[in-house]
């Protein structure tokens, strides 16, 4: 009896500006499907239109009463499972994991709750506290509130990193090292968002921690250490590019495993699945944590790919867990 392969659509795109990354992480993902088992299809979503490629990149609508296509002969193609790989808005914030929810359309990666909690730095920080997970010293700030800039600075000193609350975009963070600036900073990620986050400056080592479950267990992949080419660690260095990655990072053995144990911890704290890429500050051997992101890059060039590779397991294999995992999702 030949068992009928199921079929995956590698649903990439978005509506932000990391679009151009998910369209790459989708290749790879595409790329590496086992065609023995699945028959793999492309689905982009983007603001303004959500399509199926066809043979020869030809476009299909996509209907969203359902999420399936009709083909050329009238024929309905309905997929088994969507594999998430959007990064931003709405495939990490819980948008299209509520949509998909609500049509009964089986998906890859963590629940909306999930995504949309991971989403908010401040909500993810504050659950994730109570887990004894450290953080950064914070103020939060909705946009039209007075800002004290003295009391600000007093409790958090200076520098402090001034970022939108909503993760998923490099957008609008800056570095403040003077209780001058601090007013113009607050201008510029308010462009970006209603609500902003006020952090004191951890002066150490930024690790970038791949964890997932894999085979009904939670591993931690790898331990990628960033070095900002800047002279300190600084976001612009971090998003442009200015910065080396080292896997594993040069740590030692005691504070390797703590980290290893915090982001695990985290991981399971939040009910994740599915791909996790969660960034820390090391200082003193502590892990604080900065963010987690639900669905990080998976480009050839991205961070996790890499840990994978380092860590043994093969991309075919990564992404082929991801599909029987959701496949078999009550």
């Not at 299909?60 to 499972?81: A, C, P, Q």
Request: a negative charge; aromatic letters at 10%.
């Amino acid at each position: 009896m030949v068992m009928s392969k199921k079929s995956v659509a590698v649903v990439m795109g978005g509506y932000s500006d990391e679009y151009v990354v998910s369209l790459k992480s989708g290749q790879l993902i595409y790329d590496s499907l086992d065609r023995d088992l699945y028959d793999v299809y492309k689905v982009v979503i983007l603001k303004d239109e959500w399509y199926f490629l066809g043979e020869n990149d030809k476009k299909y609508e996509i209907s969203k009463g359902d999420f399936s296509v009709t083909l050329d002969n009238n024929e309905t193609l309905k997929f088994d499972v969507c594999f998430n790989i959007i990064h931003g808005t709405p495939g990490e914030n819980g948008i299209l994991q509520a949509y998909w929810d609500a049509i009964g359309q089986k998906y890859t990666g963590c629940d909306f709750y999930q995504s949309a909690l991971t989403f908010n730095k401040k909500d993810t920080l504050a659950v994730l506290s109570k887990y004894g997970i450290p953080s950064a010293k914070s103020v939060y700030l909705r946009k039209g509130e007075e800002i004290n800039v003295d009391e600000i600075v007093e409790t958090l000193g200076l520098p402090v990193f001034v970022k939108p609350n909503q993760s998923g975009s490099s957008l609008g963070i800056s570095k403040v090292k003077e209780k001058s600036e601090l007013i113009a900073a607050t201008e510029v990620a308010f462009k970006e968002d209603d609500e902003i986050l006020i952090e004191s400056f951890l002066n150490g080592m930024e690790v970038s921690v791949g964890v997932i479950d894999y085979k009904g267990e939670t591993i931690v992949l790898g331990i990628t250490e960033i070095v900002p080419k800047n002279e300190f660690f600084d976001y612009e260095a971090k998003y442009e590019g200015a910065s080396e990655e080292i896997t594993p990072a040069r740590i030692d053995d005691e504070t390797r495993i703590r980290v290893e144990e915090i982001s695990k911890r985290a991981y399971n704290s939040l009910g994740m699945s599915g791909f996790s890429r969660s960034e820390f500050i090391l200082m003193d051997g502590i892990p604080y944590m900065l963010e987690m992101n639900t669905n990080p890059g998976f480009s050839p060039a991205s961070i996790l790919p890499q840990q994978a590779k380092i860590y043994g397991i093969s991309i075919k294999d990564l992404c082929g867990n991801e599909v029987e995992k959701a496949l078999n999702k009550k």
